[in-house]
């Protein structure tokens, strides 16, 4: 009697000991599946890699995911030429973010749109200063991330999207406080006490 006892207690272990293992491993497979997925998307792609592009700017420099990412954390604004309430926006991006962390990226596909340099010139005229950042037509990145509003300003880390703010941006303390800290809020910049 007491070597099936023992036979049916080292069962019940081993048995219980296998059952964890085995249903940790199909929990972790189905959410590296799920996120991200063309189905399941969070809102602006936060959490998400930032899908592959190659693009040359107003001075002929090439520029794509791995040479942005060269820099550390980096913010990439789409707009577009034409917007002018996305001005101040840009102007206080530039003051707020360190060179070589900032790539400007044009939404929108049309020839008129398309000349970075026209874009460039145009933008320093307007804030009456020079702009040392890289212009990209950026029309298919903009569109596989499904920018619809601008401007847009994403803030990416080891080709990860961390945060997005959508909307007019004024406040160069309060990029710089976004851009540094270790925890990001994203949304509409309108709804956000204007920070």
Known sequence: MSK?????????FTLGSLSGCIRSEVETVETEIEFCSEGNMPEWQ????LPNFDYIDQNG??????????????????SASWC????PTIGALDEAIMPN???????????????????????EGE????????????????ENLSIAS????????????L???????????????WFNATTHESGYTNLMNGS
Do not use: Q
């Open 84 to 87: 002018i309430h996305c001005k």
């Open 163 to 177: 945060s997005a703010r959508v909307g007019l941006w004024d406040s160069v303390e309060g990029m710089s406080m």
């Open 4 to 12: 099936i006892i023992s036979f049916i207690l080292v069962l019940l």
């Open 127 to 142: 804030l009456n200063r020079s702009l040392d950042r890289p212009f990209l037509h950026a029309p298919p990145l903009s």
């Open 46 to 49: 936060i959490g998400c890699t």
């Open 101 to 123: 962390h900032l790539l400007v990226m044009n939404k929108h596909e049309s020839n008129e749109s398309s000349n970075m340099t026209n874009w460039h010139n145009l933008m």
């Open 61 to 78: 420099t090439h520029w794509n995911e791995s040479s942005a990412n060269g820099s550390g954390r980096w913010v990439a604004y789409f």
């Open 150 to 161: 601008i401007p847009h300003i994403l803030l990416i880390e080891n080709n990860t999207i």
